[in-house]
T-cell receptor, first 106, second 118 residues
């Protein structure tokens, strides 16, 4: 089993849709979790940290489920500009998921 | 302030040659990471430096790969006797020291070096 696994995607959704990605991790001692966004041929940039209690930033909600060892990212009212690859990272391991590609269509 | 910078931005080399890739982290960041990303793939961890601790080299794919971090700042990733499968984007990131008990901090990435081995 890979240390960090993500939904393979690609996700193709219409504007305004709600979409969710999951990311599972194998190291139960992991303590830091992040979602990054990577645009085509660009470097990854932090989208949001994932806190134990869950956190929300505008249309984006991140949650952590320690019992099942996964984190999730929910995007509501998706925009064309949300089209990108979303990477999860478990920082104790410096391991990134392979990424989930999202395309939002008009 | 200035972000993470990498040089060169692009490097084309012939199979068998050695290459050096440079990373200048954000000032004050004690942690530095190297990753590589092949086309359409995720990030592959290579090596991690944290302060004066021994680096975590567990991700280096072979002994042709090595990295140094001088003075706790600039880092150089060296690939000896390059092979075509080394072609990828090499990304460097830096972060502040991990909080005790929290394990990590946001990583800030440089723009990467695109390496092409002919």
């Amino acid at each position: 089993r890979k240390e960090v696994e993500q939904d393979p995607g690609p996700f193709n959704v219409p504007e305004g849709a709600t979409v969710a990605f999951n990311c599972t991790y194998s190291n139960s001692a992991s303590q830091s979790f992040f979602w990054y966004r990577q645009d085509c041929r660009k470097e990854p940039k932090l989208l949001m940290s994932v806190y134990s209690s869950g956190n929300e930033d505008g249309r984006f909600t991140a949650q952590l489920n320690r019992a099942s060892q996964y984190i999730s990212l929910l995007i509501r009212d998706s925009k064309l500009s949300d089209s990108a690859t979303y990477l999860c990272v478990v920082n104790n391991d410096m391991r990134f998921g392979a990424g989930t590609r999202l395309t939002v269509k008009p | 302030g200035a972000g993470v910078s990498q040089s060169p931005s692009n490097k084309v080399t012939e199979k068998g040659k050695d290459v050096e890739l440079r990373c200048d982290p954000i000032s004050g960041h004690t942690a530095l990471y190297w990753y590589r990303q092949s086309l359409g793939q995720g990030l592959e961890f290579l090596i991690y430096f944290q302060g004066n601790s021994a680096p975590d080299k567990s991700g280096l794919p072979s002994d042709r790969f090595s990295a140094e971090r001088t003075g706790g700042s600039v880092s150089t990733l060296t690939i000896q006797r390059t092979q075509q499968e080394d072609s990828a984007v090499y990304l460097c990131a830096s972060s502040r020291a991990p909080y005790r008990g929290r394990g990590g901090n946001e990583q800030f990435f440089g723009p990467g070096t695109r390496l092409t081995v002919l």
